[in-house]
C-alpha cells in the first residue's frame, strides 16, 4: 500500500519559537493532503486541506496565520507552528489518499508528537 | 457541516465475545465509512471500509454493517483477542474528489479481558 512519512516524529521547543513539521507521500502523488491534531485521548480533528500550488483551506476555527501550511509538491506539505505555546502541544497527524486509484482509503503518517515547554 | 456521533466511549468484552460499535452521521451527503484501529501513540490503521451503495462488508472477524436511511453504520468484531484491545474511530467523507475530509467519531476504547 501507499507510504506516508512524517518528520520529524517528535519535537520538544520552548513557547514563542515556532516548528516545521513535514507530512511526504513516498511512492504516490497527492494533489490533496489533510492535517490533524489530536489531544490526548480525544479523538481526530481536522485542521486544514493542504493543496498543492494553492492556499490550504483552514477549518473553522483554526488560525491560519498561526498554524502555515505549504504544499509545495506533489509529494510534500509542511506544517509550521509559528509561535507555538503549551496549548498547542499535540499529536499532528497529516494524511493523504492515492489518487491513481479508485479507492476512497486514505493513508495516514506516523504522527509527530509536539511538546511546547 | 457533518458530525459523527459515536458509542460506546468505552467498551470492555470477554476474550471471545463479540464486539459493537455503533456511529450515527448527520450529512446524507457522506457516501465513504472507514473505521480506524489506533494503539497508542501511534497512526490511525484502517480495519475496514464501506461506501454507501453496499450495506455489509465483512473481513474474517470483523464487519460493518450501513444504514443509510437512519445515517447510522456500525463495526462489528467477533471471537475477540486480546490484541484486539485499542481505540476505535468510526468516520465518514464525502469520498469523491476535492471532498475526502474525514470527520471522526469521538472514539470507543474496546478491553478484551483475557
Known amino acids: 500500500g501507499a507510504v506516508v512519512s512524517q518528520h520529524p516524529s517528535w519535537v520538544i521547543c520552548k513557547s514563542g519559537t515556532s516548528v516545521k513539521i513535514e507530512c511526504r507521500s513516498l511512492d504516490f502523488q497527492a494533489t490533496t493532503m489533510f492535517w490533524y491534531r489530536q489531544f490526548p485521548k480525544q479523538s481526530l480533528m481536522l485542521m486544514a486541506t493542504?493543496?498543492?500550488?494553492?492556499?490550504?483551506?483552514?477549518e473553522q476555527g483554526v488560525e491560519k496565520d498561526k498554524f502555515l501550511i505549504n504544499h509545495a509538491s506533489l509529494t510534500l506539505s509542511t506544517l509550521t507552528v509559528t509561535s507555538a505555546h503549551p496549548e498547542d502541544s499535540s499529536f499532528y497527524i497529516c494524511s493523504a489518499r492515492d489518487e491513481r486509484t479508485s479507492t476512497y482509503e486514505q493513508y495516514f503518517g506516523p504522527g509527530t508528537r509536539l511538546t511546547v515547554t | 457541516g457533518e458530525n459523527v456521533e459515536q458509542h460506546p466511549s468505552t467498551l470492555s468484552v470477554q476474550e471471545g465475545d463479540s464486539a459493537v460499535i455503533k456511529c450515527t452521521y448527520s450529512?446524507?451527503?457522506?457516501?465513504?465509512f472507514p473505521w480506524y484501529k489506533q494503539e497508542l501513540g501511534k497512526r490511525p490503521q484502517l480495519i475496514i471500509d464501506?461506501?454507501?451503495?453496499?450495506g455489509e462488508k465483512k473481513d474474517q472477524r470483523i464487519a460493518v454493517t450501513l444504514n443509510k436511511t437512519a445515517k447510522h453504520f456500525s463495526l462489528h468484531i467477533t471471537e475477540t483477542q486480546p490484541e484486539d484491545s485499542a481505540v476505535y474511530f468510526c468516520a465518514a467523507s464525502k469520498g469523491n474528489f476535492g471532498n475526502e475530509k474525514l470527520t471522526f467519531g469521538t472514539g470507543t476504547r474496546l478491553t478484551i479481558i483475557p
Open positions: 464501506i461506501r454507501s451503495n453496499v
Open positions: 450529512d446524507s451527503a457522506s457516501n465513504y
Open positions: 493542504s493543496n498543492e500550488g494553492s492556499k490550504a483551506t483552514y
